[in-house]
């Protein structure tokens, strides 16, 4: 124990080091501020720190760090950290969810999914189920929505079977949901990055090619939705082919097997806790799939807040004299390492690129000599890769805003269309976004799982995904982009 407590001193020391010393380094960084150089340095510490010690601390040191430096002042940057919206929506979406394990309906859910007789010593086929359904519930129901319900549901299926955490197949298939969360989050058009990111392009580009592109929505939905299926067959064999991870206890599993400790029927209290986390999965969903219907405007307004009023509900329904949900009891099975980690990343992606850190003017000062007198070919293939890249260190939205203007730029001057390119692009980098865990919301929900997962696994595995997605959008996603975009 005590050599365990020396090497995280250690690791803490390695740490501050880095984010109390980068700035001094005598390294030129153009466009980069004395600010940004201290953001940068805290950055590159608490990538370390997360991969190596608790990612509680992590967290909390790295907004420590910046609330010390000098980007702004303490109250400033916890008004940030913890104020943004989307931080408060996942704190009560995790602590509502938490319900679903507490009451045992995971493991209702992950029985009813293993006794499919389709999937009955079909172990890939399961495989697909929940990889395709994390897709398209991330896309159309809630980006997170799939990690809180699927997680739950593969411990209970791994705990039946005698599979151990940190084996190949529970491993890949724990990093496989928030990886199809990441494909599915591009899918609508209509929210979240995807909107952002149209809306920007349509901002922005009067400035650059002399009138507004607009993309339209129904052929970005076609085009997402395609590539998200293309992307999800491709992943899965290539898990199966590539990876090769031993699933002879899923194939060997029988019906009767599942059958023999059957699980009594639901009782009131856990039926309410059912119906309000659905509850607020289809109030998510509806106005994606019917906005002009009355009501959608106001369900999409107040979307960052539905969660408090299922929440509410919850709390407030008796049965036998006892709420069907507390608070208490969803904080005490908390899993307070991936929401710390979660709410640094999301604050640490905004600030690294706020215009007084100069990281956009640096990343411009870099990218420009890079993609002069290229062909549109090598343009887009040289785009995407560094785009991928980027996402990977950087907040994937800021990432995809950065890009558009150099696609504008580009298009502007060979007079090629830049719907399809901007369009992929932008899809692309929401997708990728994976491989470290300051990439994405979805990344540090991995790195932040230890009890499943190594982090040395995750960036082993995700590296090669974020590869294949890379080839993929290349060889299929680009040009159906172009065939139907315009």
Same mark, same amino acid.
């Given at each position: 124990?005590?050599?365990?407590?020396?090497?995280?001193?250690?690791?803490? !020391?390695?740490?501050?080091?880095?984010?109390? @010393?980068?700035?001094?380094?005598?390294?030129? $960084?153009?466009?980069?501020?004395?600010?940004?150089?201290?953001?940068?340095?805290?950055?590159?510490?608490?990538?370390?720190?997360?991969?190596?010690?608790?990612?509680?601390?992590?967290?909390?040191?790295?907004?420590?760090?910046?609330?010390?430096?000098?980007?702004?002042?303490?109250?400033?940057?916890?008004?940030?950290?913890?104020?943004?919206?989307?931080?408060?929506?996942?704190?009560?979406?995790?602590? !509502?969810?938490?319900?679903?394990?507490?009451?045992?309906?995971?493991?209702?859910?992950?029985?009813?999914?293993?006794?499919?007789?389709?999937?009955?010593?079909?172990?890939?086929?399961?495989?697909?189920?929940?990889?395709?359904?994390?897709?398209?519930?991330?896309?159309?129901?809630?980006?997170?929505?799939?990690?809180? /319900?699927?997680?739950?549901?593969?411990?209970?299926?791994?705990?039946?079977?005698?599979?151990?955490?940190?084996?190949?197949?529970?491993?890949?298939?724990?990093?496989?949901?928030?990886?199809?969360?990441?494909?599915?989050?591009? +899918?609508?058009?209509?929210?979240?990055?995807?909107?952002?990111?149209?809306?920007?392009?349509?901002?922005?580009?009067?400035?650059?090619?002399?009138?507004?592109?607009?993309? &339209? &929505?129904?052929?970005?939905?076609?085009?997402?939705?395609?590539?998200?299926?293309?992307?999800?067959?491709? +992943?899965?064999?290539?898990?199966?082919?590539?990876?090769?991870?031993?699933?002879?206890?899923?194939?060997?599993?029988?019906?009767?097997?599942?059958?023999?400790?059957? !699980?009594?029927?639901?009782?009131?209290?856990?039926?309410?806790?059912?119906?309000?986390?659905?509850?607020?999965?289809?109030?998510?969903?509806?106005?994606?799939?019917?906005?002009?219907?009355?009501?959608?405007?106001?369900?999409? =307004?107040?979307?960052?807040?539905?969660?408090?009023?299922?929440?509410?509900?919850?709390?407030?329904?008796?049965?036998?004299?006892?709420?069907?949900?507390?608070?208490?009891?969803?904080?005490? &099975?908390?899993?307070?390492?991936?929401?710390? $980690?979660?709410?640094?990343?999301?604050?640490?992606?905004?600030?690294?690129?706020?215009?007084?850190?100069?990281?956009?003017?640096?990343?411009?000062?870099? !990218?420009?000599?890079?993609?002069? @007198?290229?062909? $549109?070919?090598?343009?887009?293939? =040289?785009?995407?890769?560094?785009?991928?890249?980027?996402?990977?260190?950087?907040?994937?939205?800021? +990432?995809?805003?950065?890009?558009?203007?150099?696609?504008?730029?580009?298009?502007?001057?060979?007079?090629?269309?830049?719907?399809?390119?901007?369009?992929?692009?932008?899809?692309?980098?929401?997708?990728?976004?994976?491989?470290?865990?300051? =990439?994405?919301?979805?990344? =540090?929900?991995?790195?932040?799982?230890?009890?499943?997962?190594?982090?040395?696994?995750?960036?082993?595995?995700?590296?090669? +995904?974020?590869? /294949?997605?890379?080839?993929?959008?290349?060889?299929?996603?680009?040009?159906?982009?172009?065939?139907?975009?315009?």
């Amino acid at each position: 124990m005590k050599q365990k407590s020396n090497r995280i001193y250690l690791h803490v !020391l390695v740490g501050l080091v880095v984010m109390l @010393g980068f700035r001094y380094l005598p390294m030129e $960084m153009p466009g980069i501020t004395p600010i940004g150089k201290q953001i940068f340095g805290i950055f590159l510490g608490t990538l370390y720190l997360w991969t190596t010690i608790d990612p509680v601390i992590a967290s909390l040191l790295a907004i420590f760090m910046i609330g010390v430096s000098d980007y702004a002042p303490m109250g400033q940057v916890l008004s940030g950290t913890f104020g943004n919206p989307m931080v408060v929506q996942i704190f009560f979406l995790m602590v !509502l969810m938490s319900a679903l394990q507490t009451n045992r309906i995971s493991a209702y859910i992950g029985r009813f999914c293993m006794t499919r007789k389709i999937m009955i010593g079909r172990p890939w086929v399961f495989t697909a189920v929940m990889f395709i359904s994390s897709v398209l519930i991330a896309g159309f129901v809630g980006a997170f929505s799939p990690i809180f /319900l699927f997680w739950p549901i593969l411990y209970e299926v791994f705990n039946d079977i005698g599979m151990e955490p940190y084996e190949k197949y529970p491993t890949l298939m724990v990093i496989l949901i928030p990886v199809a969360c990441a494909i599915g989050f591009t +899918i609508p058009p209509y929210m979240s990055n995807g909107l952002a990111l149209i809306t920007n392009y349509a901002t922005i580009s009067p400035n650059f090619l002399g009138k507004q592109v607009i993309i &339209n &929505n129904g052929e970005w939905l076609f085009v997402s939705l395609s590539y998200a299926m293309i992307c999800s067959v491709a +992943i899965i064999a290539f898990c199966k082919f590539v990876f090769r991870p031993d699933v002879s206890k899923l194939k060997n599993l029988t019906l009767e097997q599942l059958n023999r400790n059957p !699980l009594p029927p639901l009782n009131l209290k856990q039926k309410i806790v059912a119906a309000c986390c659905g509850g607020m999965m289809v109030s998510m969903m509806l106005p994606s799939i019917i906005p002009s219907f009355p009501g959608m405007a106001w369900l999409s =307004a107040n979307s960052y807040g539905l969660v408090i009023l299922f929440t509410i509900i919850a709390c407030t329904i008796h049965v036998d004299e006892k709420p069907v949900f507390s608070m208490k009891e969803g904080v005490g &099975n908390f899993a307070w390492g991936t929401y710390f $980690m979660m709410v640094s990343a999301i604050y640490i992606g905004s600030v690294l690129t706020n215009e007084s850190t100069g990281v956009v003017v640096f990343l411009n000062a870099i !990218l420009s000599p890079i993609f002069g @007198g290229m062909s $549109m070919a090598m343009f887009s293939i =040289a785009l995407l890769g560094i785009g991928c890249i980027l996402t990977n260190i950087c907040n994937s939205l800021v +990432i995809g805003m950065l890009l558009q203007p150099v696609i504008a730029t580009y298009c502007a001057h060979t007079g090629v269309n830049s719907a399809p390119l901007v369009s992929i692009m932008s899809m692309f980098v929401l997708s990728c976004a994976i491989a470290t865990p300051a =990439a994405s919301p979805f990344a =540090a929900m991995m790195f932040g799982n230890k009890e499943w997962l190594h982090a040395k696994d995750i960036y082993k595995y995700n590296t090669m +995904i974020v590869v /294949l997605e890379l080839v993929l959008v290349l060889l299929i996603g680009l040009p159906l982009a172009n065939a139907i975009i315009h």
